[in-house]
């Protein structure tokens, strides 16, 4: 039998994958370092991630706190889009309720894995030599929360029975949440690279 961090994983991976493959996050690691392409996804991510994230920063609960979101980064993600010269985008929907003690887990997997994916991006930003010129305070955000990852993945392996149930069904509504705000997004026609 598998740890409860692959039991979780493999129950999430259909709709992270669905998040992944979305034509906003796909047309972003095919062109990482332009304007177009980079503005389209940070609004997708502020979309998507952002109010869970804002959600996930007010956990009061003791074993969560180490990982809770900084409210502050948002604001680092809405500077980099007004030196992009797009507005920051409203937020489509309220995240999905989620109870503290057992469900945050699974938030704080899908925010935090966001922020781990953002680290990716960055990086391969930096190989690009027009990368240079792309506003980069989020991401550099991203990458400051980046050690966090590996303690929140053994926290959910720690995780049994009802509490791992709990925290996979929240993620599953924070990926299906993060998908729905993504594909309204790329609907609207409001991504400039639509």
Same mark, same amino acid.
């Given at each position: 039998?598998?740890?409860?961090?692959?039991?979780?994983?493999?129950?999430?991976?259909?709709?992270?994958?669905?998040?992944?493959?979305? /034509?906003?996050? #796909?047309?972003?690691?095919?062109? !990482?370092? &332009?304007?177009? %392409?980079?503005? =389209?996804? $940070?609004?997708?991510?502020?979309?998507?991630?952002?109010?869970?994230?804002?959600?996930?920063?007010?956990?009061?609960? /003791?074993?969560? #706190?180490?990982?809770?979101?900084? !409210?502050? &980064?948002?604001? %680092?993600?809405? =500077?980099? $889009?007004?030196?992009?010269?797009?507005?920051?985008?409203?937020?489509?929907?309220?995240?999905?309720?989620?109870?503290?003690?057992?469900?945050?887990?699974?938030?704080?997997?899908?925010?935090?894995?966001?922020?781990?994916?953002?680290?990716?991006?960055?990086?391969?930003?930096?190989?690009?030599?027009?990368?240079?010129?792309?506003?980069?305070?989020?991401?550099?955000?991203?990458?400051?929360?980046?050690?966090?990852?590996?303690?929140?993945?053994?926290?959910?392996?720690?995780?049994?029975?009802?509490?791992?149930?709990?925290?996979?069904?929240?993620?599953?509504?924070?990926?299906?949440?993060?998908?729905?705000?993504?594909?309204?997004?790329?609907?609207?026609?409001?991504?400039?690279?639509?």
């Amino acid at each position: 039998m598998g740890s409860a961090l692959e039991s979780f994983r493999d129950a999430t991976k259909a709709v992270h994958s669905d998040v992944e493959h979305t /034509a906003t996050m #796909a047309r972003m690691m095919s062109a !990482p370092a &332009d304007r177009t %392409a980079y503005a =389209d996804y $940070l609004k997708a991510i502020a979309l998507a991630i952002g109010p869970l994230s804002l959600d996930a920063s007010k956990v009061c609960l /003791a074993d969560a #706190a180490p990982f809770r979101p900084n !409210p502050e &980064d948002w604001m %680092a993600l809405e =500077d980099d $889009l007004c030196e992009l010269g797009v507005a920051l985008p409203r937020t489509f929907a309220p995240p999905p309720i989620v109870r503290p003690e057992d469900e945050i887990w699974g938030r704080l997997y899908v925010v935090h894995g966001a922020g781990a994916g953002l680290a990716m991006l960055d990086a391969l930003i930096k190989k690009q030599p027009s990368g240079a010129a792309l506003p980069k305070r989020f991401l550099a955000t991203a990458r400051e929360r980046r050690p966090q990852w590996p303690a929140l993945c053994q926290a959910i392996d720690q995780l049994e029975g009802e509490r791992l149930r709990l925290a996979t069904l929240a993620a599953q509504k924070d990926f299906a949440y993060a998908l729905d705000a993504i594909l309204a997004f790329e609907a609207s026609g409001t991504g400039q690279g639509a």
